[in-house]
């Protein structure tokens, strides 16, 4: 079974071919403008204006740049939440995927102890639903040629980076367990 991928920095090579500056320079530069007080969106912000960084690659910087100076956990987007997120292609047509989902007694058969509610469903486009708790789910079933699926899981409002963690793996998992169950 494969084990979740975690989010890591991109290279200094990346970042100074498309920003013109490798991580270092940026941290130092941010430093000293005074970004550790500063909100993601400023320091975004900053980076397109003042260095004309494009709009993606200010969003990285910043992202790295929160993280190295310990204003943001992996897993934890601007606003202070945390998510563990999951893809996988299936070799089958988005209706069947769908219905893997939104069938209770399907969905039992690989997620046998899940505490799901379905509060939002457009047919073999995607659901929201409540998780167990006060957490949520957006599931996206997006067709490929082929008549394969791809599902994308988004699990949101987690309580921290090391509940995103397992919360990856679990996702894993499950979608490994779905896929052997759409084989038979």
Known sequence: ????????????????????????????????????????????????????VSEWWAQMVSVGYERERGLREKFQNCAGEFSANCSRTFGVPAARMYKAWTNEKSRRRW???????????????????????????????????????QVAVDHMKLASSKESLKMKSYWSSALHRLEKILQD
């Open 1 to 52: 079974m494969k084990k979740p991928r975690e989010a890591k920095r991109m290279s200094d090579n990346s970042v100074e071919e498309r920003t013109g500056k490798a991580w270092a320079q940026w941290f130092k530069i941010l430093d000293k403008a005074g970004a550790k007080k500063w909100r993601h969106k400023e320091i975004a912000w900053y980076l397109y204006e003042k260095y004309h």
């Open 111 to 149: 997620l046998p102890s899940a505490k799901m509610e379905i509060t939002t469903a457009r047919p073999e486009k995607s659901l929201r639903a409540k998780w167990a708790g006060d957490t949520r789910l957006s599931v996206y079933f997006n067709g490929r040629p082929g008549g394969k699926t």
